[in-house]
């Protein structure tokens, strides 16, 4: 029994699957049709969030533990600079004036801080937080959200509740499509 255990282990070890790598449950996401292959570990509900670190517009770190003690969804796309990007922060920035002072909604991509403060400006943004991936990845790797073939984020929706616990996730599933707006904003109202 115990030889089988350590087999097992050194196939798992040597493929990475122990160590986070991608291990085949979170794929079947498609950018302009072509599969991809999502990087790190995927977020799942019940868990407790990992924390990351994020760089906003000032160029200033912000860690997911800043905001301990309310309920936070996280936006997940690539590139504010693409229409569905675009509409993605519009519209949780629309909603998060309905979704009171205990819920934090933090934007996650791979773009530049000044492109995201840029695409704020210009649009009026101010009810949710930008946070940029682009240094170390951080994030992408600590939920799953890292595209192998590009290094950009794909699309989704995470909320976690007040104790730090995941308790709503969607990877989109065709990053060219809006997420489930109103799944994920049920699963707000829930984890208040």
Known sequence: MNRLFYMILCILISTGMAVGQSSGD??????????????GTKAYIGEMAPDFTGIDSN?????LSDFKGKVVVLSVFPSV?????AAQTRRFNEEASGLGKDVVVLTLSKDLPFAL?????????????????YRESE??????????????????????????????????????????????????????
């Open 81 to 85: 600079d693409t229409k569905v990007c």
């Open 59 to 63: 160029m200033k770190e912000v860690k």
């Open 26 to 39: 979170n794929q079947g996401i498609t950018m302009k049709g072509k599969p991809v292959t999502l990087l």
């Open 139 to 192: 994030f992408g790797m600590n939920y799953g959200f890292l595209i192998k073939e590009n290094k950009l984020l794909a699309r989704g929706v995470v909320v976690i509740d007040k104790d730090g616990k995941i308790t709503y996730v969607q990877y989109v599933k065709d990053i060219s499509q809006e997420p489930d707006y109103k799944a994920a904003i049920a699963a707000v109202k829930q984890a208040k």
């Open 117 to 133: 403060e840029r695409f704020c400006a210009a649009e009026g943004i101010d009810r949710i937080y930008t946070l940029s991936d």
